[in-house]
Nanobody, 115 residues
Framework: VQLQASGGGLVQAGGSLRLSCAAS????????MGWYRQAPGKQRELVAT???????NYGDSMKGQFTISRDNAKNTVSLQMNSLKPEVTAVYYC??????????WGQGTLVTVSS
């Protein structure tokens, strides 16, 4: 499974961004897809995941600011990010888990929110 993320960039506080991730390879084995982030000097943390049947899971304090969605037909997962604050600046990683529990990671996309 290969994951290609896009949509990061520089945005002013209060703005919005939409991250997208396309999966390729052995797609049929994928169960959950989602997003994690890692800020400078911090550990990687969960943003949100979504299963193939639409069940969503958000990290602490993520729900309300971020919305995850998935298009199974296109093998993509997206993260809508609204009302952005500088503290969400981080590298955002697309992730997928197959039905045997193996995790895959994309290359990361940088989101920078300026004050």
């Amino acid at each position: 499974v290969q994951l290609q993320a896009s949509g990061g960039g520089l945005v002013q506080a209060g703005g919005s961004l939409r991250l997208s991730c396309a999966a390729s390879g052995v797609i049929s084995s994928i169960n959950a897809m989602g997003w994690y982030r890692q800020a400078p000097g911090k550990q990687r943390e969960l943003v949100a995941t979504i299963t193939s049947d639409g069940r969503q899971n958000y990290g602490d304090s993520m729900k309300g600011q971020f919305t995850i969605s998935r298009d199974n037909a296109k093998n993509t997962v997206s993260l809508q990010m609204n009302s952005l604050k500088p503290e969400v600046t981080a590298v955002y990683y697309c992730a997928a888990t197959n039905k045997w529990g193996r995790n895959y990671w994309g290359q990361g996309t940088l989101v920078t929110v300026s004050s």
